[in-house]
């Protein structure tokens, strides 16, 4: 086996000086050129050097720029026996190259030196008649070297040593200067993969880097799903364009995106836009680098590949070559030869249209390794000049968060490892239900931008601490003053839920100054914090709830800052204080700082105490998150009970109530709970911040689905089977002698789905046909008619035994999940074959909630006339307050104008569809039937629980298949259901 260089890690795409073309140009004529790229037919234009010279290996990884009206290009050779040294060619035409006979240019650095190995990767920028090259060295470290020269073939070293080291690794450097600041992009390892990172300098020599990738990946099977290399950034016209290398299992590819601005980026549908040679061609393998410019209308594309490896083929036939492409064809391109080529005049950009802007201040974007983070805490640091920790007047310590985004909640491969963990331990297993309801509580997981640097405690508030606030104030705590509920402290013994002595206070219990405070109230922590923004004349409050996440995840993506479920038995004791595993059980937490801090410095942030942080609880709230630090829902939950979060777990619970993503919720006023206590944060007065994100997706978001209710799209929809008038408008199902199911005959027609009032996932607003009439219930299933078809239901024999208002013949049957709306309609199909009973599509659903309406609510916009039709938070009246328990009947409210009962409010009602969020992007206009797949469920119409903005028409809710109501909270069992008939 001979040995072969790893070409895929030296990759090397160059940024050369491209036209700022004048006018409006026409931006999808100009992507379709790029996407259509013709190769030379005289390819490749560079081959390797003749056997025996010093680039008879391989001529890769290269860089093109004008010097004095002829290109340059600069490369990567080795040959035999010798390292990577750089040479250099010339061309009038791009076309045909010569050598120089000075070659190679730049030699390896002198022994032990820390490029004395091998240079490669270079770049070379003509800044105002100097040229400047960066390259990558090999030897004693490695990294990014600076060299100059005035005519392009003598190359004077900057130094003896490396300008910049990067992130993962230092290859592929090519930078751009702007006005008076440079922007390098580079590749470095992030992971397993190869990603594009950015660098900035105001001398081209001391640089600052954004240790965050600049392009996202692609999904599993794009041509990009594993990695990236640099970008070449074009300005056409006012749009931008973006050609790229991406990698994959089947090798490395070109690729292009476009974007409006510089910051946002689309790829291109047609990628990737250049083909792989034909088998045994010179370029039948991958494409190992590009360089790109924009003249005379069209694109010039030169390309660095090889061959496919095969055993008969000489290593000097496989080596790398460059080619030459163009966005027209060959007959159209052909140049006589040594023709000057048209000179590419200077680009008059800003900083800001390449995206530079988003890396000056840094933004600090998940995931990210612990030195990235540390690399940005110390730029911030310097920016805002302020140290990275310090402590404050009452000795509590404090760590410096920078701005950055980071992916809220629980994700949905995340849920898949938790239900794959549940399943396969016996005890978990049959807690599973409960699992899932809890890990509703945490989804759907929204990508976060916190815009601003801040403090956090490095700790929990102490005892020392806090007995300061104390002693200066005259405060008691809530549990103390015996509010809500408690009892005031005799003896000093706290009273709890556990009966034991949690008082903040020193006897009995005798807390060292040390250790978090505990036994504490909501209020208690605000005041505390008011207390001491007005001691140190600095704004002190509780973190946020994406405050706190953002603080505990420091820059990871696992379910634990310190790792995966696979690291909580060997490492978790190692930062975390809990009763789990290894550590058995707890009962008391320790001293603060115990543990190893996350990469924000931060201790504690799983275990030891339950941290309060300021948000109100609402379990929907996640869906209605804005982009940009975040504060939590606008007022309390539906229960009136002045809930507030909180996270982390503690010293008493485990690592499933500690996670980065899990919340807890506790009446804000409890004093019945001994093991919460809090983390402050302090807000840096005058600190500028990042940009806020915007929405990758909004303007397709806002952009109208419509063709027009009469046009020829709808119209052809509407068959001959829309009819109606061979059906009555009624039908009556009996079930058994007694119990019968009332439907209405609901007519074909079409309507604008969703609405530009709720969240994300009700948008873009779209015209969708229901080609079809079909039968759907009067009202909710009820519980008569489930145990008509079912049986006896174990939780109504249950409320059965003691009077109560919980059952009826009018009750909506509720607590019932999608897994057991679909063994009723099997049952009832099995008891009449001739019907086909179903669950609603999503479309049905909401076009017979609408009844011919375009408005929030079926009968307007008014909320205020909810009463009239629904029963919801507005008009419920909640169980067992007066010690009676009851529930709603169904029909006591208006219908709307297709005779249809409950429709908003009552029971969430399950619909057949998949969830998918993005659906309404791509739904087809007619009889839409949802994803093709999913994890989920639609829930739709709001409950007699929610308030009156989740019973909108448009409103999507989902929940998991086997999930039976909110769960977490006593009594709300509110999903339920109404059957359809689709008519043969």
């Known amino acids: 086996m001979r040995k072969r260089v790893d070409y895929c890690s030296l990759i ?19 992507l379709r050129q790029a996407e259509r790229l013709v190769k030379h037919s005289g390819n490749p234009v560079l081959d390797v050097g003749a056997a025996g010279q010093w680039d008879d290996k391989g001529c890769g990884c290269f860089s093109i720029v004008d010097v004095g009206g002829r290109l340059h290009l600069y490369y990567m050779g080795a040959g035999t026996n010798n390292s990577w040294r750089i040479g250099l ?50 030897g004693n470290g490695g990294g990014f070297g600076l060299a100059t020269s005035a005519d392009g073939v003598d190359w004077k070293r900057h130094g003896t040593a490396p300008v910049m080291r990067g992130i993962g690794g230092s290859m592929d450097p090519c930078i751009r200067k702007f006005d008076d600041r440079y922007v390098m992009w580079y590749v470095g390892r992030q992971g397993k993969s190869f990603r594009v990172f950015q660098a900035t300098s105001a001398d081209g020599v001391a640089w600052t880097k954004n240790p965050q990738p600049v392009l996202p990946l692609g999904k599993k099977g ?51 836009i250049l083909d792989a040679g034909d088998k045994g061609a010179w370029d039948s393998g991958s494409t190992l680098g590009l360089d790109v410019l924009w003249m005379n209308d069209r694109f010039h594309v030169w390309y660095a590949a090889s061959r496919i490896e095969v055993s008969d083929k000489s290593e000097q036939d496989q080596a790398i070559r460059i080619g030459y492409a163009t966005s027209r064809g060959p007959e159209d391109v052909a140049v006589p030869a040594e023709s000057p080529v048209p000179k590419a005049p200077s680009v008059a950009g800003s900083v800001n249209s390449v995206g530079v802007e988003a890396a000056d201040p840094l933004l600090a974007k998940a995931p990210l390794s612990a030195d990235a983070v540390a690399e940005i805490r110390e730029v911030w640091s310097a920016r805002i000049g302020q140290p990275i920790e310090t402590t404050n007047s009452i000795g509590l310590k404090l760590s410096l968060v920078p701005p950055g985004d980071f992916t809220m909640g629980r994700t949905e491969e995340q849920f898949d490892e938790l239900l794959d963990v549940i399943r396969r331990d016996e005890t978990m297993k049959k807690n599973e239900g409960g699992m899932i309801a809890w890990s509703m509580l945490m989804m ?27 002693e200066d104030s005259g405060y008691k705590t809530e549990a103390e003053q015996g509010l809500n509920h408690g009892k005031p402290y005799k003896g000093g013994r706290a009273m709890s839920t556990w009966q034991k002595p949690m008082a903040w206070r020193r006897p009995p219990l005798k807390q060292k100054d040390d250790e978090p405070v505990l036994h504490l109230c909501w209020d208690d922590c605000v005041e505390f914090c008011k207390w001491l923004s007005k001691k140190e ?43 789990d595993g290894a550590q058995a059980k707890h009962e008391l937490p320790r001293a603060v700082g115990q543990g190893k801090p996350n990469a924000f410095g931060l201790y504690d942030m799983h275990g030891n105490v339950w941290e309060y942080v300021g948000d109100w609880w609402h379990r929907l709230s996640y869906k209605e998150m804005p982009l940009n630090d975040p504060t939590g829902p606008a007022q309390q939950s539906e229960k009136n009970d002045q809930r507030r979060i909180i996270r982390g777990s503690s010293f008493d619970w485990g690592r499933w109530g500690g996670d980065s993503a899990y919340r807890m919720r506790i009446t804000q006023r409890s004093t019945q709970h001994p093991h919460m206590g809090f983390r402050v944060a302090m807000v840096i007065g005058g600190a500028s911040g990042v940009v806020p994100a915007v929405d990758p997706d909004a303007e397709r978001r806002s952009t109208l689905r419509d063709p027009g209710f009469d046009s020829p799209e709808v119209n052809a929809a509407l068959t001959e089977s829309a009819k109606t008038e061979d059906f009555p408008k009624e039908l009556t199902v009996q079930l058994d002698d007694k119990v019968s199911i009332e439907f209405v005959l609901i007519p074909a027609g079409s309507f604008l789905m969703g609405s530009t009032q709720g969240p994300d996932d009700e948008r873009p607003l779209h015209r969708t046909v229901i080609s079809k009439p079909f039968y759907m219930a009067k009202y909710e299933i009820t519980e008569p008619q489930w145990e008509a078809v ?50 609603p599509t999503e479309a049905q659903w909401e076009y017979a909630c609408r009844a011919g309406s375009q408005t929030e609510f079926s009968f307007g916009n008014d909320e205020t006339l909810l009463n009239e039709y629904a029963l919801f938070a507005g ?15 169904t029909g006591t409210r208006k219908p709307n104008q297709w005779g249809l009962y409950d429709m908003h409010g009552g029971v969430w009602e399950w619909c057949s569809d998949w969830y998918d969020k993005d659906f309404y992007f791509d739904s087809p206009l007619a009889d839409p039937t949802g994803a093709m797949n999913g994890r989920f469920r639609v829930l739709r119409g709001g409950s007699w629980f929610r308030y009156g903005q989740y019973a909108r028409s448009g409103y999507r809710r989902f929940f998991h298949p086997s999930g039976d109501g909110d769960g977490v909270t006593a009594w709300i069992l509110d999903f339920g259901f109404r059957p359809v008939i689709n008519l043969k």
Request: proline residues 6%.
């Open 89 to 138: 060619a010339t061309s009038g035409n791009g076309i045909n190259w010569q050598r120089s006979k000075s070659n190679p240019v730049l030699p390896q650095g002198p022994t032990g030196s820390w490029d004395s190995n091998a240079v490669t990767m270079p770049y070379v920028l003509n800044d105002g008649g100097r040229l400047s090259m960066i390259y990558s060295g090999s």
């Open 875 to 889: 008009n419920k009246e909640w169980p067992g307050a007066d010690g009676q328990f009851r529930y709603h009947d």
């Open 790 to 839: 079912m049986g006896p239901h174990p939780r109504l024999v249950d409320w059965r035994k003691t009077p109560n208002e919980m059952v009826g013949p009018k009750k909506a049957m509720r607590g019932i999940s999608w897994q057991e709306c679909q063994q009723f309609l099997a049952a009832a199909r099995k008891k009449d074959s001739d019907t086909a009973y179903a669950l």
């Open 444 to 470: 759907p997981a929204r990508q976060i931008r916190i815009t601003k640097p801040f403090y956090m405690g490095a700790t929990e508030v102490t005892v020392g601490q806090f007995r300061q606030f104390v």
């Open 222 to 272: 794009d041509y990009d799903e594993t990695s990236h290399a640099g970008p070449v950034v074009l300005k056409v016209g006012e749009r931008y364009y973006m050609f790229h290398l991406g990698g994959s299992s089947r090798g490395w590819k070109i690729g292009v995106a476009h974007s409006a601005d510089g910051v946002r980026w689309t790829k291109s549908a047609a990628n990737s």
């Open 537 to 579: 004349g600095r704004e002190y409050r509780l973190p946020t709830e994406a405050e706190w996440e953002y603080g505990c995840r420091a820059g990871t993506t696992t379910p634990w800052h310190f790792g995966s479920y696979a690291d909580v038995e060997k490492v978790a004791h190692e930062y975390a204080w809990w009763s």
């Open 12 to 30: 090397i795409v160059v940024l050369t000086v491209v036209p700022l073309v004048a006018g409006e140009l026409d931006h999808d004529r100009v």
